[in-house]
């Protein structure tokens, strides 16, 4: 006889079949009011390395399995950057291009009121949320980082700091791609704020790289000789895209994937790399800028064909390294100090372990991240 209990009662699904493991979830926290429709959710994922930092994502499909997906790579990402910080996110489920700013006012801060007592979770900015949302949050909260600096914030959007640490990622990166930084030719996909920082500071003339293509959304450009950086940065500056650049051949925006370059510096979209274009994909490194530009079969392919990735959360730390620095009430010289010094020795470290122990650079990352996390974890009291 079947009659049992587990026979008669449906099987549910918990939260915790779904997401935990030995690292986290410490906390998902759901925050409603429905006199302005509030409708918000906090992951703090791992907080024994220090109170989580991570931002605060506002769409309209946000979801709690997207906030935690993306707290548990802000845990391993600060872990691997080596800042006081665990990992956790938020979301709050609302259009910011359809609501007004007065609106968006209101739920900010009525969020921010809901995580007061949040103290291991220190809120930035991601998508649909900016340094103003920063500032509505540390008027109610006393807590954010990515502020204005007229309340003490480093601006790492302005300063370039993920752009500056994927340069500094390349110059420890280039002799496991057996590529030399100097005179190397470089292709950026999307050519935003990570996008135009990367060229830059891989221009300057202590790494002397060339950009030869550059994508936003309006197409590719491709000049073998070499970009004017300058130039094609006042033309977006004033608005325009980068098929505004005169001195170059116009390609389509998907032509970014057969252009020839040593180094690919993708910093767009999720998932532009996959199993069905990796293969194409003509250069020796591959810099992460954008968060999960490849897919995890497109990472094995190019892992196979012996190109080197870097992947994103060790590549694109400089942003929430500098937001650790500001948190801490350091300056912007500081933060370019830091980012120099943890980016050169975190990518170096991943690459060697990848190298001596032939694992893909983001199982190496992930293996220091994790053991870094376990022993933050293991001074915590027992029960
Ligand atoms: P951005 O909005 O300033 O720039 C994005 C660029 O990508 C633009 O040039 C846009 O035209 C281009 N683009 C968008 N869709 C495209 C498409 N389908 N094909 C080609 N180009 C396209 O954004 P950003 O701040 O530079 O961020 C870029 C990526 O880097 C995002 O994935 C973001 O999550 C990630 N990231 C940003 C930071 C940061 O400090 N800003 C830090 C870590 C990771």
Same mark, same amino acid.
């Given at each position: 006889m079947s009659n049992t209990l587990e026979a008669v009662a449906p099987v549910q699904e918990t939260m915790f079949d779904r997401f935990a493991d030995e690292f986290g979830p410490e906390k998902i926290v759901y925050i409603y009011e429905p006199r302005c429709n509030l409708r918000g959710i906090v992951v703090i994922d791992n907080s024994c390395i220090g109170p989580a930092i991570g931002g605060i994502r506002m769409t309209p499909t946000v979801t709690t399995e997207e906030v935690f997906r993306l707290a548990r790579a802000m845990t391993w990402k600060n872990a691997l950057a080596g800042i006081p910080h665990g990992g956790g996110k938020a979301g709050i489920i609302a259009d910011p291009r359809n609501i007004s700013l007065a609106e968006k006012e209101v739920l900010i801060r009525q969020f921010a009121r809901g995580i007061e007592k949040l103290n291991e979770y220190i809120p930035g900015p991601d998508m649909g949320t900016d340094e103003t949302c920063m500032a509505w949050v540390r008027d109610e909260i006393r807590r954010s980082v990515g502020l204005s600096s007229v309340l003490g914030g480093i601006p790492l959007d302005q300063i370039g700091a993920t752009g500056y640490g994927l340069a500094v990622c390349a110059e420890s990166a280039q002799k496991y791609a057996d590529v030399?930084?100097? #005179?190397a030719t470089v292709s950026i996909q999307g050519f935003g704020n990570v996008g135009q920082h990367a060229a830059r500071y891989l221009a300057e003339p202590s790494r002397g790289s060339i950009l030869v293509s550059a994508t936003d959304v309006d197409g590719t450009i491709y000049n073998p000789k070499g970009i004017d950086i300058e130039q094609l940065v006042a033309i977006m500056k004033e608005g325009g895209g980068v098929t505004g650049y005169k001195d170059a051949e116009k390609l389509d925006? $998907?032509?970014? &994937? $057969?252009i020839e370059s040593d180094i690919f510096v993708p910093a767009a979209q999720p998932d532009v790399i996959t199993a069905e274009n990796a293969h194409r994909l003509n250069c020796k490194l591959i810099l992460? #800028? +954008?968060? &999960?530009? +490849?897919t995890k079969e497109a990472e094995k392919i190019l892992y196979e064909r012996k190109v080197l990735s870097v992947p994103d959360f060790v590549a694109n730390a400089g942003g929430v390294i500098c937001g650790s620095v500001e948190y801490h009430g350091g300056t912007k010289n500081q933060a370019f100090k830091e980012i120099k010094e943890k980016m050169i020795v975190n990518t170096r470290d991943v690459l060697q372990k990848a190298k001596d122990e032939n694992l893909t650079p983001r199982a190496a990352a992930i293996s220091i991240a994790k053991s870094r996390v376990k022993e933050a974890m293991s001074y915590r009291r027992a029960n």
């Open positions: 030399e930084l100097k #005179g925006r $998907d032509a970014f &994937i $057969d992460q #800028g +954008a968060n &999960i530009p +490849a």
